[in-house]
């Protein structure tokens, strides 16, 4: 039972990139993207028995190569050979994930639910996502529907066109006994021996409430003008035993798109920082967005499909050629054939949510220190957030809280994909209010400061435009100061905390809810080069970093000696 997982291209190809031995056509090493490495670092736990929740199913394995042996490849340059001999190794791992991991307790029960692939153009996902619902057609219980969505009926009705091609070149499958199986109609592919019935859709605003998929597909979901679609499917999987969406897409040229909210929740997951084993990613964006001119790495990365074929890796060098030479071109190459988003290219993840764990410690002694209060008043029925900070021996250690209203945690679970419960019990953040927050609460956390810690509070820094009222009140007691939310006073905070967690000098004890903002943030660069956090770009709250950097900002300014090149704008 073991060996033949082990001897199996999908085991090969997860090993090859967990132990950075994926090489290309040409035989050099090939360093995987960050999060297709922790993927295949969950199914090696899982292929390996390591898992105590989830097991690969043998007999499943057996099935679905059988049937892969059966089909055969419609067009292409590998047209007529049999799918088996034909698939490439990221096709391989994403069938087998997602038909093959089991629940140990329940070998009919599968493991995942949402299947995302984010992988440029030209690399098969299409026909991946066809071959799943070929697969579907013969395994599914009687009476099962599928349904594809996308942003007009041409994209939609591309996954049905694979289907049907794939069908009518496999004889073995197509046919039995010279009569077909398959009942093939303008809109619909019916499997004839159980009635299970795929359905390609027209985009719709209002009409996919009454359906009720086994599995579904939303094809190019980057350019969905909402979520509306795939959340009407998800949920008329409420009682599917072995419910399945499958998430396609390349990248577009907007941050706020139904696929970045994927794909953000499921790097969440994949880091560790939200808890869901219904979710199978893999997420082919490049590592480093900003050398795509000159590193071939980029184009690797981001097309599994171009390790494998010289002819295909060939095209996306001539690509990038014209795309450097002429600019008009450029948009579409990078986020079509580089998983790039071209309108951000100024804009990037604030830091690696890798360096910010290893700044975790597990206390943090406030007693006697002066600290330098941060605070992030939203919208009343938004996120807010108070830090505190302070330094010591050259490092600093930091504490944030956040402030959600009482009467919207429900609401704010369900959207933002979290569990603030959970947050709550932790005591790093506080619910107040009903629908939006009770200012007062704030101010009085405030003010208790110095008691609950034993801390004397240096200053507090605000944001003029939603705390006015609540600094005019601390003012009474305290030093406060306006720090205004401009990249040339929030660069030098912002420059100096990110140094500091890089060099493991900025400590925080134990907040998952601090992680999640840390891995929602984004920076962006105006004409002069200055960092800042922007919330606007920013997949996510953000609140708690921008509390923390308000903070960071006194301290600077008081304490810190900071570095020739910051350039501090005194208010």
């Known amino acids: 039972m073991e060996q033949l997982i082990k001897n199996h291209q999908s085991y090969i190809y997860a090993e090859k990139v967990v132990n950075n031995c994926l090489t290309d056509f040409n035989g050099d090493k090939v360093k995987a993207p960050k999060y297709v490495k922790k993927q295949c670092k969950e199914f090696l736990n899982i292929a390996n028995n390591k898992n105590k929740n989830f097991i690969i199913d043998e007999n499943k394995l057996k099935v679905i190569d059988n049937i892969l042996k059966l089909l055969i490849m419609p067009k292409g340059l590998k047209a007529g050979n049999k799918m088996y001999e034909c698939l490439c190794d990221y096709q391989w791992l994403f069938l087998i994930s997602i038909f093959c991991i089991v629940h140990k307790e329940d070998l009919n029960k599968r493991k995942y639910e949402t299947a995302i692939l984010e992988v440029s153009r030209k690399n098969f996902k299409t026909y991946t996502i066809a071959l799943a619902f070929i697969i579907l057609f013969l395994l599914e219980p009687m009476f099962s ?36 199986r398959f009942k093939i109609l303008r809109d619909s592919v019916t499997f004839v021996s159980n009635e299970n019935k795929f359905v390609p859709l027209n985009y719709s605003s209002s009409r996919f409430d009454g359906r009720l998929p086994n599995a579904f597909i939303a094809d190019e979901v980057g350019a969905l003008p909402n979520s509306y679609a795939i959340e009407a499917m998800r949920s008329g999987q409420l009682n599917v035993l072995n419910k399945l969406g499958c998430i396609i897409s390349t990248k577009y040229p907007t941050f706020n798109n139904p696929l970045e909210n994927e794909v953000d929740y499921a790097k969440k997951v994949l880091d560790g920082l939200i808890k869901d084993d219904t979710i199978f990613a893999l997420l082919y964006e490049p590592d480093n967005t900003k050398d795509w001119q000159t590193d071939d790495l980029i184009l690797k990365q981001a097309n599994p499909v171009a390790l494998e074929n010289p002819e295909i890796w060939e095209d996306l060098l001539m690509k990038r050629n014209r795309a450097i030479e002429i600019e008009s071109s450029r948009e579409n190459f990078l986020t079509k054939h580089c998983n790039i988003i071209y309108q951000g290219e100024g804009t990037e993840n604030f830091v690696p949510i890798e360096e910010v764990k290893k700044c975790k410690v597990n206390h943090i002694d406030f007693e006697g220190k002066q600290v330098y209060i941060g605070v992030d008043l939203a919208l009343s029925n938004d996120n807010c957030a108070v830090a505190m900070s302070f330094e010591e021996d050259g490092e600093i250690y930091s504490d944030v809280i956040a402030f959600i209203p009482e009467g919207r945690i429900e609401e704010k679970n369900r959207f933002e994909h979290l569990n603030y419960y959970d947050f709550i019990k932790t005591m790093k953040c506080i619910a107040c209010g009903d629908l939006t927050v009770d200012y007062s609460v704030i101010e009085n956390f405030v003010f208790q400061i110095e008691e609950r810690y034993k801390c004397k509070i240096m200053s507090i820094g605000y944001d003029r435009f939603n705390a006015l009222s609540s600094a005019q009140k601390w003012n009474e007691e305290y030093v406060t100061v306006e720090i205004k939310q401009h990249s040339s006073v929030l660069h030098p905070p912002t420059k100096l905390l990110y140094e500091f967690i890089l060099n493991k000098q900025w400590h925080y004890t134990e907040s998952k809810l601090l992680e999640i903002n840390f891995e929602n943030a984004k920076c962006t660069f105006d004409t002069n080069m200055n960092r800042y956090v922007n919330k606007k770009k920013s997949n996510g709250k953000i609140d708690m970093v921008v509390a923390l950097i308000n903070s960071i900002y006194l301290l600077q300014q008081d304490v810190l000696l900071y570095d020739n090149d910051f350039v501090i704008q005194i208010i």
């Open 145 to 180: 529907k599928f349904y594809s969505v996308a942003p007009d009926g041409a994209l939609s009705r591309q996954v049905k066109d694979a289907i049907v091609e794939t069908l009518k070149m496999s004889p073995l499958v197509f046919k039995h006994k010279n009569k077909e």
